[in-house]
């Protein structure tokens, strides 16, 4: 097989303070959630509200992301599991078979969208005092701009990959084709850290890197196109009079953001979820259908602009 750019990914887990590693996802997390605070902070001073709501916005968006992700998950991809280990919705770690910490693995972005609309009907209702739609169609700018940093942070955890491809673009995830377990047994070499970075610069285990096919980094396919969404968005609100159009905004969101979804979900390999019951679509795009569906009636629906 020919790999083109013939690149070996196997990242650190973080940034190594000693006592301390900073991972690179939630390193990505944090970056998302800052620049999206300081964008909403020129939002809210071009449209004269107080910055005090701008930091309970903040613990809202926060809270609805990381909450409805994870539910987005749970109810979504994984409840054939979760049903039977409820503890472990909430619980960064699991009893069975042996007491082990998981973090909370598994986040799902329609979930996340989900909840942000939810909170942000309570948040403009109980903080804001203005309409629901005026806060959704701006704090889609900075949803926009950390979704390619949550995409970045998949990719630095070689998660949500694509399927295997002889394409230019193929990249080796040596951390997705073996375990901790399965790199030392291989290796013999008691530390999965070493055992990893042995895999894929030592040529005394070639053959095992020859095991690691090209895939499809689709998780870096999703934030390139993410980086244009954001572009468009910034566009529309800053330099044209859409922002007056209320729902527009919003609705262009939904469209393009999970139009990409829809694009990318194609050469995704399968995350579970209800696909093999409904076929033809993987979970990700079924769900995808709907929210594109809800941003095409806000674009067509959207209120002309009115001075403000």
Known sequence: MTHALNIVWNPSEGIDLGFFVIRYYSLMFVIAFGLGWYIMKNIFERENESIDKLD???????????????????????????????????????????????????????????????AMYFYSKNVLKRPQLWILDRVVIPVASGAIFVRLGNFFNSEIIGHETTSPFGIKFVRDQFSPSDAVNATQIPNSKEAYHAIATDPKFASLLDQVPAKHPTQ?????????????????????????????LFGMFLILLFSVRMVVESVKESQGGFESALGLLSTGQWLSIPFILVGFYFVFTAEKPVEE
């Open 56 to 118: 309970s916005l903040f613990i809202w968006t926060v809270l609805a992301t990381l909450i409805g992700a994870r539910l987005g998950h749970v109810f979504f991809y994984d409840w054939e599991y979760y049903r039977n280990h409820l503890m472990e919705i909430i619980l960064p770690f699991r009893f069975n078979p042996n007491f082990e910490f998981t973090g909370y693995q598994g986040l799902a972005s329609h979930g996340a969208a989900i909840s942000i609309i939810i």
């Open 220 to 248: 870096l396919y999703e934030a390139f196109c993410y980086i244009f969404v954001f572009a468009i968005l910034y566009f529309l609100y800053w330099k044209t009079e859409k922002r007056k159009s209320q729902g527009y």
